[in-house]
DNA sequence: CAGTATACTTTCTAAAAGGTAAGTACCTTA
DNA sequence: TAAGGTACTTACCTTTTAGAAAGTATACTG
């Protein structure tokens, strides 16, 4: 496996690569929600338990920059910006949902509740 | 979505769960190779360029914990230790393989050469 | 009895990721 | 003119991840 680089980034293989555009903490959480209905700011922090401030913004941003998600933003007062996912980032939608099964699989296999999960 | 612990960790969700069993930047490296064939130590070494000893051992032990990889030890000298996938690692290969995709999808999207990977 | 081969193990360090808390900007409304 | 509501931004700190380099154990071989 040759290394490349993008970005100013060496990477070593396709699997590095994605990770590094939809990983992480918070990427996938913002993307599953994301993925079916239009969010403003706020819905998001409320809708994805945990997340600071500065990492929705900074993960939104780069979500944005990576082509997965769209801003709007509207020029009133208070401010109101909607986040919704693009054809790009639809392409991820499937991906998330294996490794989201996956995830429930393993669970499952060492005796974790996963009722709660739609399948 | 609810919260969860195991082995002293709280998760998020199940792709932060899946994640911390495949994820990093070792672990999938690794079982690409162990997915058809046993190899040595000093295999993986050599089949997996820029990876340190300390990285090498420290996954291996892990994904052996998780049960995706048996470690076979000889007892000769020098030492000789056989690392090979599990039916429960053989469980992940489709989901590596459809992230592996997805890395190669986004790198043609941006430009990057591809064609030393197959499909 | 020094050298070799293999599979680790350990220590120290650097970089990346993420958390906390406080602050900013803007216009409207009371 | 102060307060409110929303969407950020910034500074500082902690934790996690990974890299580099050196060391260990073992038995065979010349």
Same mark, same amino acid.
């Given at each position: 496996m040759? %290394?490349?680089?993008? %970005?100013?980034?060496?990477y ?6 994605? #990770?590094d555009?939809?990983?992480?903490t918070?990427k $996938? ?7 079916? @209905?239009v969010?403003?700011?706020s819905e ?5 338990p +945990? $997340?600071?401030? /500065?990492? &929705?913004?900074?993960q939104?941003r780069? &979500? @944005?920059n990576?082509g997965? $998600? +769209?801003?709007?933003?509207y ?5 109101k *910006? ?5 054809e /790009? ?5 499937p991906?998330v *949902?294996? $490794? ?6 393993? #669970?499952? #296999?060492?005796?974790? %509740?996963?009722?709660?999960?739609g399948?």
């Amino acid at each position: 496996m040759p %290394d490349f680089m993008y %970005d100013g980034k060496v990477y070593y293989n396709p699997v590095e690569f994605a #990770m590094d555009r939809i990983g992480g903490t918070w990427k $996938i959480p913002i993307l599953w929600r994301v993925k079916d @209905q239009v969010y403003r700011y706020s819905e998001l922090k409320r809708a994805i338990p +945990h $997340i600071s401030d /500065k990492m &929705l913004t900074s993960q939104l941003r780069e &979500l @944005q920059n990576d082509g997965f $998600i +769209h801003r709007e933003v509207y020029a009133v007062v208070p401010p109101k *910006t909607e986040y919704s996912i693009t054809e /790009k980032g639809k392409l991820a939608i499937p991906l998330v *949902t294996a $490794i989201r099964n996956f995830g429930i699989d393993l #669970m499952e #296999m060492e005796g974790v %509740d996963v009722s709660h999960y739609g399948r």
